[in-house]
Structure formats: structure tokens, C-alpha cells
């Protein structure tokens, strides 16, 4: 955690969307490395405001001398989790898992529910926030498909994610026939949630379990020389960056190693000549919104190589914003605030391109964007199957 | 194995490695910049100061001493270099006001001036001498700046206090970018009955749109508006470094965030490519030529052991100012610590000297000699090294 290397520079504290607008938040130096060296193990955590950070990571990208402060306080989250009494709100996104796994299985009463005024009231209730629509779950999940379009050399077990499973099948429908379309061996391998809501809620226990049950399906797949490709840019980051960490699982390093971004693993085709893909012409004007977590997976940003060779794609990227939500944060009554503020400043960069849609890999970067703005927002994985003439199957 | 080939690799995300890789990419080469994180340029007063010496700074370059990397340059590219940054942050909306032949003042937060030679145009009315009267806007809470400092200073200052409902620089900085707050603000300043001749403001006057705020600020209150730069977190550093990486960019560069170099594959007298450890697996990038513009012990180019300082990327040699003892002056407030001038020694074309290889070009703080704190030339070197060692990468590729 090399908290001693902070030489207090205060770049993290620039860096950190939450300390801009919310003053309860002391900020990543503080909050992270300066704080750490009064902490003890054997002392009970009692500064709520550890709850406050959103594990955007902006500040260990910025960090010029290698500190984790978002690290250090993730640690600090688990433990505050641990030793005191969890909230309504803490508990269900923790299990969002699960959750999600019933409003599919109820989908047209569940989204109904969730769009009604006394849905919305029975949520603020909870302390859940309803300022952007909640997400519509989705009957046929992408789980429920069963398919084997292609048998190429190339095999990839895909890491879909619960956005893509519960509320987005159809994006996560395109991209199988995308990959499919490239000549790879997609299957979808046996997957729980990745375990980072769990984390973000403070729930260590339910997060382990998650991953260990993750690992031991994703490492068989591995052993059967499948890349693993992840789509989700957060369930990414957990696989690579949490679960060799606070998460300590086994099979971790393996995982790592052999788990790409979907975009990052097109390139690596490309590149290898395994494919030579025949882009068709995308005319659009996009503002690329780089999630939190894209950033810190430390592969640069893959889609923009693909972008740059759709003809009459305009794109521009923006990643100096974290869009607010983080996942579950935003959807925390205490933190809506600090999440509406951040959106709506987000958006207001993005309207100064003069972009028509919005492009995120993050589901919940493009909840809250859109939620916001009204504009649409895109998966760069819609974006490239548009480009080849890839559509959902039902059509 | 390599992603993509690139002709160019920078190291290093500051001043120096985003103007190198800035030219680079506007002439047509395909240009990787990696980066561990963001550069001591965020810390610093946004200012360009090419040299303190002398009221005319290009004069003072001549003063300095036969070691100095300074020297190296052509007086034509140090002239070249600051024209094409003006021009750069002109099409950023971050405008740069002053000349190569003249110095200016920044006022401090402690009432001192600072001399540089390129300003923001936010800085431009800043009071050049003791006798103009100003008018001090602070903000409740401000931790880091202090006008009781500059009034004690001038007896012809008084100040006011704004409750912007945050405390932070970079909050209150945000929040000057929405127009509700903004209009606010104004509302309250034209109650302030301010009779000085200037106003100055703590430099927190927006984030990307600081010269249209303090224009909207000088027209309505018919002052000069100027503002001080603040102990970091400082906002006009913060500007550019995001306008420099944004004209970057535009020019078609490509950044890689969290990249720090953690080897490097080389034959003989060619470094092919250099390795950057990720989550994952490690990434490589693969170029034609390289330029190192890590900065020095701050900005991580450098580290210094008990008894020797070692070059983090390619373990280039590197200059020691003598022994241990010679490091430090026992002052601590002195300018003349030994260490300030350790660094990476290069020859007329800035490849590193004491080494074969032929393709690694370096520019801005790392280099030795530059003692940049006592000369006071810190980003005028970067950009100035950083045109030469572009120059010299464009002529080793062709």
C-alpha cells in the first residue's frame, strides 16, 4: 500500500471528483495515506467518511509516486462494513447480484414497480436514489442463451457482466455474433456477479465468495486455453486488480494474465492477422466518456484504436470526468448530490464538443450520462457493430 | 510482443514530453506518450519562466553557466519554442501574455514577486510594483492563501471574504464554471464597493474557462483583474497541463495513463522497446526513437540512493554533483544544494552522453546542470529542450 511514499503533493486531491463537491470528504491524501499511518488494526474504524470515497481510482492514476490511496481506503470501507451495522441501501447493492437475478426473473412486474411514484417513494424509503431512471431488467437474460455460432482457433469465454446480463442482453447478444463474425469460439462459462458492488458496499465476505466462485470457472476455461474477454470495464478491474489484492484469490495471476478488455482483444486479432475486418462507414459525432475504470485498468483505451479506422466516425475523448454514478454510489440517497453535481458537469463538457451521442464502455457511466442528458449513449461495441453490419439477432 | 509500432515514445507527461510529443505529432508522426502519473507541472504556478537572471531573459540564458543545458539551444529555437506555445494556448483558450525579451512579475501569495517570462493571461494585471492599489477577493475557508501575508507587504491592500460554500481550490475552482454560482458571485462582488486599482483573486477562477471568468469579472466591476497563484493544489498548473494535453492530443498523440516504464528491450545501440507494467500483462510499445522527459527527483526521473542517484527508465548515466556531503547546503532555503544540479548530461543533439545508443533523445528537468530553482528557468527549459530533442528524433528517423 506504500502509503510512506505520499509525498504530499496533493496531485490525488486535484484528481478526486467526490472532495470537489462534497466538503464532508477530507479527500484521497488525507482520506488514504495521511490517515493510514494513525490506523491500527486493532482499533475500530470510526470515520464514516471512508464511505464517502467512490473507488473511482482517479487518484492512484494520478498518483506520480505510486500510491494506492483509493487502495488504502477500500481496505478501510471493508473493515468500517465489518464493524458496524450495514444500511438498507448497503445491503441490497451489495447483493445486487441476487437482486437483479429476481427483477429479471419478474421483469415486467419488478420495472413496473420501479417506474411507479410509489415505487420511487418505497425506494427514497430505503435510501435509494431515483433521480435517473432505474435500469430495466430484462426477461431473457444473456445467461439464458445457449449458442455455439462458430468454432474457430481462437476461444474466448466471455465475461459478460450482470449490466449486460440483467438490463442490456441485447448489447452482450451483439457482441457474441461480433466475435463470432471474427472467426472466434465464444461460450459463455458459468458467472456470478464479478464482486465489486459487494466490495463498494463494504461486504468482504460476500465479495469472496463471489470470486471464488468466478475463478474456479474462469481458470477451467483458462486450463482449456480460452481467453477470458470482459466488456464491463469495472468487472474488469476486479478480476485483474482485486482479486490478486484485498480479495487474495488463488487463481488470480492466471486470471490476470489472460483476460483481455473486448476492444483490447479485437486489436490483439488485428494485430496477429487473425482478422482483417472490413469496417463500413459510421456517421456519427461521438463524445468518448472514459470510465473511472477503464483508466485504471492501465491498457490505454482499445476502442479508440478501432474508432480511428471506422470511416466518418468523429470521435473526442474525454477523460478527465468521472460521470458520478460509480456503480451502486450514486444511487445511495447521501451520495446523490455528489453524484448529480459531477453528472451534470460531465455532461456539460460533453455538450461543448457538440457530439450527438454519447460512447461508454460502462453501463452505469451510460445510466447516468444519458439518465441526465437525455442523449443517447452507446457501447463502442454497438458503435463497431454498426460499423460491420452486426445486429441483435431477433432482427 | 508489441501492440503497435509508433515512431516516437515519449516518457513522461509534462511540459517537456507533451511539447516534444506535441510538434512531433503535428508533423506527421505517429506519437505514444506513457505516463506513471501526472506531472510536477500540476504543481506549479502555470507560469513560463525561461530564465531570472537578467530583465531580459534570453540575455540572462547568456549569463548562466558554460554547463547549463541552456546552451545547447539555438537562441532561434528558444524563440521558436515560445511562439509556438503561445500559439498552442491560444487555440486552447488559455491564452500566454508576455515576450521573450522581457521578464514580468507574478504576485505571490506572500506579497513577493515572482519573475517569469510567459504568463497566463489570467496573471497578466498583476501588479508590477509596490505602488497599485489592490483589492483582495478570498473565499471562506481557503486553506493556503492568506492576504493578511500580502497586506502586511503593501500598506495599499484590503480584502473581502466569499462564502463559495466549498473550500477546497479545486471546488471552488468547479463551481466558478457553472453560470448560477458565477452570476451569484458577481451579484455580491458589485455590493463590495471595492475604490482600488486592481482586484486580485486567489487563482481560482475556473477550471478550462479561467480567461473568459476574469474578462466577465473585469468588464462588470471596470478593473484589472488578476489572480495569485496558490500552493498546490494549484489551478493555473492544472490548466496546462490540460491544455497541453488536450493540443497534444488534437494533434493526433496518444496518451497512456498508469504506464510506468519497468524495463526496456535493447540491442546494442537501439532501444526497440519499453516495457510498462499493467494489471494484467505487462504492455509494450515499440518505436523508432525515444525521448525521456521523466523530470527529476520529483517528477520520478530520478532517485536518489544514500549513495548514488540512479535514472529510472533506461539506467541512463547520470551526472553527480560530487560527494554526499556536496548535495546539500546547510541552509536550507538556499539555492545552491548541489543536488539541483544532478541530472543526465547530453550532447548538442540531447542524446545522453556515456552511452551507444542512438535512438533516446533527453529534455526538461532531467537533464544535469539545469539548477532550475535558483535560475528560475524551469518550463521555458522544458519547452525550449523539448523542440531540440523533437528536432533532433525527427532528423534520426529520416
Redo the contacts between chains.
Sequence with gaps: MNFEHC?R???C????PV???N?EFP?PKQAGPDAQRFRSDRERVEDKWVLLCSQCKRC???????VEPAQIILREQQRYGKEHPQTAAHLLFANNYYLSALGSLTAPIANMVASTETGKKFFRKMGISTYIPFPKFRFRTLRNEKKNLNTGIKKVAFFFGCFINFYRPDIGRKIVRLLSAMNVDVVLPPQWCCGLPALGNGNLALAKYFAQKNAASLSNYIDAGYDVVYTCTSCG?CL??DYPDILKIPQAKKI????YDLHEYI??LI?EGYIKPDFGEVRRKIAYHIPCHL??????YPA??IMAMIPGLEYE?L??TCCGLSGSYGFKESNESTAVQLGN?AI??IRKTGAKDIVADCGSCRMQLGGLSGMTALDPAEILCESLGIKDQKS | MSVIEYDVIIIGAGVAGLTAGAYLAGRGFRVALVTKGEPTACLSTGGIDVCSYNDNPLLGIKELPSDHPFHLVDEKIIRESLDNFQTAMNEMDMPYKGSAEKNRFILSALGTFKTSCLVPSTMEAAAQDAKESIHIITFKGLKDFYPGYIISRRKNAKFSIYDAGVSSTMGIASHFEEREFLEKFLLWLEKQNIYQDKIAFPAVLGLESATKITDTIAILTGKPVFEIPTLPPSMPGRRLFNALKKYFRKKGGEIYWGWPVIGVEKSEKIIEAVITSSKGRPNSLNGKAFILATGSFVGGGLTATREAIIENVFNLPVHVPGPRETWFDNDYFSLNHGIGRAGIIADSSLRPAGTPMENVFVCGGILANTEILKNGCGHGLALATAHLAAKSCMEYIR
Design positions: 509525498i503533493c496533493t496531485i486531491v486535484e484528481n478526486c472532495f470537489r463537491v466538503p479527500g492512484e492514476m494520478a498518483c506520480p509516486c505510486g478491474l485483474l486488480h490476470a494474465e489472460n483476460s486489436i490483439k494485430n483508466r485504471a485498468l492501465e491498457i490505454g479508440t484504436k475523448i477523460d478527465d458537469r456539460s463538457l
